[in-house]
């Protein structure tokens, strides 16, 4: 009995750390900070054709796609949702945890500028991103 009890928290205590694990931390491969200060840290995502990240989480961001993107988020307790976006869409994306994945035959590239307020903090959930309202006409 005992030892299902410290199987049981050892596990517990592991989902959750992967639950709330820094991009950069966690997967490297396809996230770099770009530039980092009290206020922002802004992340350069590269995701290769068919690639996955793994599950990690982000506070309240915006979104300035590079290329075109076709992909998928894995969220723990919503369903997955598909993405397509364009070279140039800008977005705000409240924070989150997920997993992403490129589902096209093409890289995609992607710079996160993510918010460090203590308001961003709190805001963390698992709603989808939204596409914001450009100011260039967009």
């Known amino acids: 009995m005992r030892k299902l009890l410290v199987s049981t928290l050892?596990?517990?205590?592991?989902?959750?750390?992967?639950?709330?694990?820094?991009?950069?931390?966690?997967d490297s491969k396809h996230y770099k900070v770009e530039f980092e200060n009290d206020e922002v840290r802004v992340l350069r995502v590269k995701v290769g054709?068919?690639?996955?990240?793994?599950?990690?989480?982000?506070?309240?961001?915006?979104?300035?796609?590079l290329t075109d993107?076709?992909?998928?988020?894995?969220?723990?307790?919503?369903?997955a949702q598909d993405i397509t976006r364009k070279a140039g869409e800008v977005l705000w994306t409240p924070g989150t945890v997920h997993l992403p994945e490129n589902v096209s035959d093409k890289p995609f590239e992607v710079i996160l500028v993510e918010l460090k307020s203590k308001s961003a903090a709190?805001?963390?959930?698992?709603?989808?991103?939204t596409k914001a309202t450009s100011t260039n006409g967009n």
């Open 10 to 26: 050892f596990f517990l205590c592991m989902a959750s750390a992967v639950m709330a694990q820094d991009p950069v931390q966690v």
């Open 49 to 65: 054709p068919k690639e996955k990240s793994v599950m990690h989480q982000h506070p309240n961001a915006v979104a300035i796609f």
């Open 69 to 79: 993107a076709t992909g998928r988020f894995t969220f723990p307790k919503d369903p």
């Open 122 to 129: 709190k805001n963390v959930d698992n709603r989808p991103a």
